[in-house]
C-alpha cells in the first residue's frame, strides 16, 4: 500500500517559483507550471497535474525544470562560507550522508559490484557532502557521488572543498569540524 502526502505550499513560494521560470525561460507563464514544479513527481501529486489537463509527460519536464531553476540558486561553497562567517559561527560542519534511492544503480569495475550500493547502509544511494551550520542547518551541498564510495573518496573527488575549507579555518581562527573518517585528509589543521 502507498500514500500519498500533500503538504501546503504558500503563495509566495509559488511566485517566487513562478519568477524563477519567467527570467530562466523568458517566455514562462507565472501561475500555470510552477505549482506543477513544485510537486513530487509520482502517484496523486501527477494526478493533479492530470487533472488539470497537463500530460504526464508535461508534468515530468515542469517537476524537473523547477527542480533545474531552484538548484540553480544554490550558493556556491565559498558564497555559503563567506555568509556563515558574516552570519557570526565559529565553525562548520563537514560530514557525507547517504540519500538513499532505487533508482540508481551502475556497473562498478569488476563483475557484480554496483557503483550506488553502500554496503554500509546495505541500500543504494548516493553519497553527498554537506557543509553546516553549528545547529545542523545545511549551508551547502556537493553534488552526488556513487554511494559506495567512502566520503574521503567523495571528499577528494571535489577538489574545491578542501582548499575552501583551509581559508575558512585560516581567517580568523574559525574551525571547520569532521568525523573522524576525515581525519588525515589535506592540511586542514582543525580537523
Not at 523547477?66 to 563537514?94: C, E, F, N, R
Request: glycine letters at 12%.
Amino acid at each position: 500500500m502507498t500514500a500519498s502526502v500533500v503538504l501546503p505550499v504558500r503563495l509566495g513560494t509559488v511566485v517566487f517559483v513562478s519568477r524563477l521560470l519567467w527570467v530562466s525561460d523568458g517566455v514562462g507563464h507565472p501561475g500555470r507550471h510552477p505549482q506543477v514544479g513544485l510537486l513530487h513527481p509520482g502517484g496523486a501529486d501527477l494526478a493533479l497535474a492530470m487533472d488539470n489537463k497537463i500530460s504526464k509527460s508535461t508534468a515530468y519536464d515542469y517537476v524537473h525544470e523547477g527542480i533545474d531553476t531552484l538548484s540553480g540558486q544554490a550558493p556556491s561553497l565559498s558564497g555559503a562560507l563567506l555568509a556563515a562567517k558574516m552570519a557570526g559561527h565559529s565553525h562548520v560542519v563537514i560530514d557525507g550522508t547517504l540519500i538513499e534511492t532505487d533508482r540508481c544503480r551502475q556497473p562498478g569495475p569488476t563483475p557484480g559490484v554496483d557503483l550506488f550500493w553502500s554496503g554500509k547502509h546495505d541500500n543504494h544511494g548516493g553519497n553527498v557532502q554537506v557543509i553546516t551550520a553549528p545547529d545542523e542547518w545545511p549551508l551547502w551541498t556537493s553534488d552526488v557521488r556513487p554511494g559506495r564510495e567512502h566520503d574521503t573518496t567523495a571528499l577528494r573527488y571535489h577538489a574545491e572543498i578542501l582548499p575552501l575549507l583551509q581559508t575558512w579555518t585560516g581567517e580568523d581562527a574559525l574551525t571547520a569540524l569532521g568525523d573522524l573518517g576525515y581525519k588525515g585528509e589535506a592540511d586542514t589543521a582543525n580537523y
